[in-house]
T-cell receptor, first 113, second 111 residues
Framework: DTAVSQTPKYLVTQMGNDKSIKCEQNLGHDTMYWYKQDSKKFLKIMFSYNNKELIINETVPNRFSPKSPDKAHLNLHINSLELGDSAVYFC????????????FGSGTRLTVV | GQQLNQSPQSMFIQEGEDVSMNCTSS?????WLWYKQDPGEGPVLLIALYKAGELTSNGRLTAQFGITRKDSFLNISASIPSDVGIYFC???????????FGKGTKLTVNP
């Protein structure tokens, strides 16, 4: 059973398109996250939700909009995709917002052409 | 934002050798963690440290929470080929929900 599952694994799309990445966790965790990993492997927090409430919103273009329909799901929608959005996006979850033993998904490699 | 300085950036070692890597910050951290990322996968938690001076082991891995609370070390003993991957330190400061990651140490083990 996959603890944190993301779909799709790979996403290739053209500039200007709108796309979504889905994430689900079956660990019963309260907090979920989106991280972006660039080509140099640097991991940067984008958003965090605790029990469906947004608690971290880093300086991310407003083309990125997270949505958490329930505490087991955190989706990421990206409008008007740009070349610089190409990266690997990781979803993660933890027991709570002050619990740092995150469980990560296997990532979504987004390529914008 | 707060940054963690992780070194070395990469390491090439022979199977059986011991490995050391570290992470430093100019600020105090309350929690230090070490993650490993295999190719095509997400990071996996190896060790979490919660108190200054704490020394914790997980098999061949040993990590320490520095006394100054501004650094942490990870040692791998008797490396094997499956130790290959990117090792990330991560830390949390008081007053913030954010976990900050270092830039990673890429480990290559030659059989």
């Amino acid at each position: 059973d996959t603890a944190v599952s993301q779909t799709p694994k790979y996403l290739v799309t053209q500039m200007g398109n709108d796309k979504s990445i889905k994430c689900e966790q079956n660990l019963g965790h309260d907090t979920m996250y989106w991280y972006k990993q660039d080509s140099k492997k640097f991991l940067k927090i984008m958003f965090s939700y605790n029990n469906k409430e947004l608690i971290i919103n880093e300086t991310v273009p407003n083309r990125f909009s997270p949505k958490s329909p329930d505490k087991a799901h955190l989706n990421l929608h990206i409008n008007s995709l740009e070349l610089g959005d190409s990266a690997v996006y990781f979803c993660a979850s933890s027991y709570g917002q002050f619990s740092y033993g995150y469980t990560f998904g296997s990532g979504t490699r987004l390529t914008v052409v | 934002g707060q940054q963690l300085n992780q070194s070395p950036q990469s390491m090439f070692i022979q199977e059986g050798e011991d490995v050391s890597m570290n992470c430093t910050s100019s600020s105090i951290f309350n929690t230090w963690l070490w993650y490993k990322q295999d190719p095509g996968e997400g990071p996996v938690l190896l060790i979490a440290l919660y108190k200054a001076g704490e020394l914790t082991s997980n098999g061949r891995l040993t990590a320490q929470f520095g006394i100054t609370r501004k650094d942490s070390f990870l040692n791998i003993s008797a490396s094997i080929p499956s130790d290959v991957g990117i090792y990330f330190c991560a830390g949390h400061q008081g007053g913030s929900e954010k976990l900050v990651f270092g830039k990673g140490t890429k480990l290559t083990v030659n059989p």
